[in-house]
């Protein structure tokens, strides 16, 4: 095993778990979390990047954070089915909770489709993984306050999406400049 | 709550277990450590050919060596893997004990590096699957079925670099001496790899081939053998078995051929090339001013295979139809948008989707062409060439003539009947509003691969069933009509409380799970009229989620027009959950007050998890969690997770409780494995419910369940009720005629110790249940080391 191999293993041995933890929330698809953290580690064969990255932690949970939103434009039809994955609901619930709940996950999920990368990032770490300020700012050389002024603008901005008054459907999420018009 | 649990608390119900992560992790390991020649092409991991894959070639190590628990790190293991990656033949016979029948083979797999590969799936000793494969094509024949697919073989390299991948914990295998074997007249030396309940010996020969092994698991310090399987190498291999079926009754049918033919570009009604991709419309039908049925189809260029290195059949993503809406004069709108995908099946490369489409010009009067708009999803390579102008627009003409919906319907459902040969997982009928879908599905469980049924094949689907399927998405679309007409009556003045209800409607019909809980809302509403309508919305499209409060109200209501009305709708809900049953008195196991005593002693005294547990299990007598299918590593590593996790929170808890409970049926008998859950509810916010304890129920039906109260619960106790929960199998899900939801709420608390408690306890929620548990509630008694009632 050369030297980068065996690098990117204690990468994964280190944070491995963490990064296919959040790759199931922001995916809702056991398999494809599977499948996104093996490409994940597969593409860092391809260069160096992430093992010159001042952070090579917080380098993998951006790719893993892009990559997961990479999956959802490419397979967008099929995620209203896979957010009731039943490998992944772990917990008994009402039905009504849980439609309820999914129904929420789903549009927040939607809604930080539109969101700017950075927001993404912040949003992802700080609200879906529970990473504490003093976490992320260390890795994405920042400080705390500055971190938390823009976890609390993004999820601002998240927050507005998510109760603005049109749904947030399929066609909603992908519109572009060519596409977007006025619902009837 | 705050806000941020609010729009967050959801994402907790998508936390993948420890141990998903971890076999996760382990797969990501392996491709990275798969040896690779150099410059070789790294694959993209688990393209959708490769769920098949598992089943066609993969046999040999899946069927018999994954359960062997793959010990990665094991000098043992790697050298049996490299022994049969190297044989010029063996053979796999898997069987497993069935209760009544005795052993059965399951599965038997044969690989002749000259020939192919070949497996056979039993079930209940009956072929249903062959898959052949000779590094050609891949022939799959279902059952007896004389029909045999055709499709382009797998590729051997890959598959077994896949299956080589190590898949599970790092286990460790000791030498048995005292459990060597004489095998033919050859001596066979026993490896071991124990945990307390599961064990796996295996018998190798002298070069450390691999040629038996079996599966035990412990029940009462008894070890049964759950799996034994046998292998033999070198082995005398019939060529011609590597051939599928031939005869004239056999009809051999090339899925690419087949596609090729129903949807060609020749007989298609338009088509035309665009974003790398040919378009086609196959069928076009008018069944409305607005509404058209339109059968379409999507491939990649050639141009655009070679661009992207992909062989024909290797999707590179795909079109998917969006809405579009422009403003025309005086602010009226005309759009187009394709409202339901009635069909989409997917065949070497052709993507065929059957969709409804609204189309409408200004003020909704007819257009003679369609603007049908597209956006593509495809291989990031594709994308990023093209995704400044990833929306396309089909245009085509519009037949004037209507076409009746029935008519339609037929259409599509002799659409998919001859489809019916296409191998599982490629022809569905999606219900987006409602989750159901009838489609065949192929699940790959790190590794091991099964065809689990979701639905009927195309050819069992009845036309009435579809028809209603059809329907019902109808029904939807109607709404927007029925929105002008509220309109109007609304400005006549006419409080008509279907109006109101269908206002809801309208509110909500892009999101129609909404529009059920508001529906489940106002069924209880204190206006009989609304009431009503709110019954007959329930009745015609029943659901689970309004029994409660239907029950309810047919218990508590004084109007004869409401009972009438919510008995129908438990009549529209018993077809798809069967005949409720009366509900029997159980009366609950009651315990001895010393021995819980002296139990929450002894277990106040424990701070470690698994000396809690088997503290639990020596005290009470209970050998819970016996009940729980424990066949296989995972069902054994679930089991154990979740009484790590109950117990692990008992010990950050503020207050601890015990309870002790059976699971049994309206007859009284119990429910063997029944699952028992805790929930604190609303303890993680309005929606968010703590599961504080889980176990299964042992053979008798018993289990014991230890939780406690969170200290940061928020809400505090009040909201933190207990809800104890029992199921039978599998997890919640909202589909209406799921037996697994099923949902049980407790019976009886017994909290008479706890006055706080008491005022909230609550009498058996669910009238009318299947199924019903009773249970016993007991707080411990307070000791220096827990910190007990207030």
């Known amino acids: 095993m050369d030297e980068t191999n065996q690098s990117l293993v204690e990468l994964l041995d280190a944070h491995g778990g963490r990064l296919h933890r959040l790759l199931a929330k922001l995916t809702a698809d056991r398999d494809a979390a599977d499948d996104l953290l093996q490409e994940l580690f597969l593409r860092q064969l391809k260069s160096t990047a992430v093992l010159e990255a001042p952070s090579p932690e917080a380098y993998l949970f951006r790719s893993a954070i892009n990559l997961a939103f990479d999956w959802r434009k490419r397979t967008k039809r099929s995620h209203e089915h896979s957010l009731v994955d039943s490998d992944l609901v772990t917990s008994d619930r009402s039905p009504s909770d849980q439609l309820v709940m999914q129904e929420k996950t789903q549009q927040v999920l939607a809604a930080m489709d539109l969101l700017s990368t950075q927001d993404r990032e912040l949003i992802s770490l700080r609200f879906l993984q529970g990473e504490s300020y003093e976490w992320i700012a260390d890795n994405w050389d920042s400080t705390p306050h500055r971190i938390r002024s823009r976890c609390s603008k993004a999820l601002a901005r998240l927050r507005k999406l998510v109760t603005d008054d049109r749904p947030i459907s399929e066609s909603s999420c992908q519109s572009t400049p060519q596409s977007s018009g006025g619902q009837p | 709550m705050n806000d941020e649990e609010q729009l967050f608390g959801g994402f907790a119900l998508l936390e993948p277990s420890a141990e998903n992560s971890a076999m996760a992790v382990e797969k990501a390991r392996a491709a990275l450590l798969a040896p690779r020649a150099s410059g070789q092409h790294i694959p993209r991991p688990q393209k959708r050919r490769w ?568 005290l009470t007598g209970l050998d819970y969690g016996d009940g729980e299918t424990k066949d296989s590593r995972k069902g054994w590593s679930r089991w154990w997770t979740n009484e790590q996790a109950s117990i692990a929170r008992t010990h950050a808890g503020e207050r601890e409780f015990i309870i002790y409970g059976r699971i049994v049926d309206t007859d009284g008998q119990p429910l063997k494995g029944g699952s028992a859950t805790v929930d604190l509810t609303r303890s993680l916010g309005e929606y968010g419910t703590l599961q504080s304890a889980h176990t299964r129920a042992d053979v008798h039906g018993n289990y014991v369940l230890r939780f406690g109260f969170l200290k940061q619960n928020p809400s505090g106790l009040p909201e933190g009720l207990p809800i104890v929960t029992a199921r039978i199998s599998g997890y919640p899900r909202p589909i209406q005629n799921d037996e697994s939801i099923r949902r049980l709420l407790v019976s009886r608390f017994n909290l008479a110790e706890d006055p706080f408690l008491e005022k909230e306890q609550r009498p058996v929620a669910y009238s009318g249940q299947p199924f019903e548990m009773n249970f016993t509630h007991h707080l411990p008694k307070p000791t220096a080391n827990t910190k007990s009632a207030p």
């Open chain 2, 51 to 618: 769920t098949r894959l598992a089943v066609a070639a993969a046999v040999l190590l899946v069927a018999g060596l994954v359960w062997f628990g793959l010990p990665q790190n094991d000098r043992l293991w790697a050298q049996v893997i490299r022994q049969l990656a190297s044989a010029e033949s063996v053979r796999v016979v898997s069987e497993t004990v069935k209760p009544g029948a005795g052993w059965q083979v399951d599965r038997a797999s044969t690989f002749a590096r000259d020939f192919g590969f070949k497996e056979q799936h039993f079930l209940d000793g009956e072929l249903i699957q062959t898959d052949i494969d000779d590094g050609t094509h891949h022939w799959s024949v279902r059952g007896q079925h004389k029909i045999v697919t055709q499709s382009e073989s797998v590729e051997f390299t890959r598959s077994l670099q896949h299956l080589l991948n190590p898949l599970n914990s790092p286990i460790k295998f000791s030498r048995m001496t005292d459990q060597d074997q004489v095998i033919d007249g050859t001596k066979y030396f026993c490896y071991r790899s124990e945990t307390e309940n599961h064990r796996i010996s295996i018998w190798v020969d002298s070069n450390e081939r691999a040629r038996r092994g079996i599966v035990e698991s412990n029940a009462s310090g008894k070890w049964t053998v759950e799996r034994r399987i046998n292998l033999a190498f070198e082995i005398e291999v019939d060529q011609d078995s590597f051939h599928p079926p031939r005869g004239d009754e056999y009809k051999i049918v090339n899925v690419g051929d087949l596609f090729e033919e129903l949807f060609s570009l020749e007989s298609a009604v338009h088509h035309e090339e665009k974003l790398g991709y040919q378009l086609a419309i196959h069928d076009v039908k008018r069944i409305n001013d607005v509404e058209y049925y339109v059968l379409m189809s999507f491939r990649p260029t050639n141009e655009t295979l070679a661009k992207l290195n992909l062989k024909r059949g290797e999707s590179p993503g795909g079109l998917h139809p969006t809405a579009r809406y422009e403003r025309g004069e005086r602010n009226r709108t005309m759009g187009w948008e394709a409202s339901h995908r009635l069909a989409v099946a997917d065949g070497n490369g052709v993507q065929v989707q059957a969709l409804l489409c609204n189309l409408q010009g200004l003020n909704n009067e007819r257009v003679d062409r369609a603007k049908l708009p597209f956006t593509l999803f495809a291989h990031s390579k594709l994308w990023s060439e093209v995704k400044s102008i990833s929306d396309v627009t089909l245009e085509f003409a519009l037949p004037d003539e209507e076409t009746p919906i029935e008519e339609i319907v037929r259409s599509v459902y002799d659409t998919i009947a001859l489809l019916e040969p296409v191998a599982i997982e490629q022809v569905h009928l999606v219900d987006e509003q409602d989750g159901r879908e009838f489609v065949d599905r192929q699940f790959v469980v790190g590794g091991h691969s099964e065809t689990t049924r979701q639905g009927p094949r195309p050819s069992e689907i009845r036309f009435v069933d579809f028809l209603e399927h059809v329907r019902t998405a109808s029904f939807r679309r109607d709404l927007s009509k029925r929105a002008e007409a509220i309109q109007r009556r609304k400005r006549e003045g006419s409080d008509d409380p279907l109006t109101f209800i269908e206002e809801l409607d309208l509110e909500t019909h892009e999101r129609p799970l909404k529009w059920r809980e508001k529906v489940r809302g106002f069924i209880d509403y204190p206006d009989l009229d609304v009431q009503l309508a709110a019954l007959r919305l329930a009745e015609r499209e029943p659901s689970l989620i309004y029994l409660h409060d239907t029950l309810t109200v047919i218990d508590k209501s004084t109007d004869e027009r409401v009972q009438s009305a919510a008995r129908d709708v438990v009549e529209a809900l018993k077809r798809p959950l069967g005949e409720f049953k009366p509900r029997d008195n159980c009366p609950p196991i009651e315990f001895d007050a010393a021995i819980i005593g002296g139990l929450n002693e002894r277990l106040a005294q424990q701070v470690d998890v698994q000396a809690t547990v088997a503290t639990l299990r020596k």
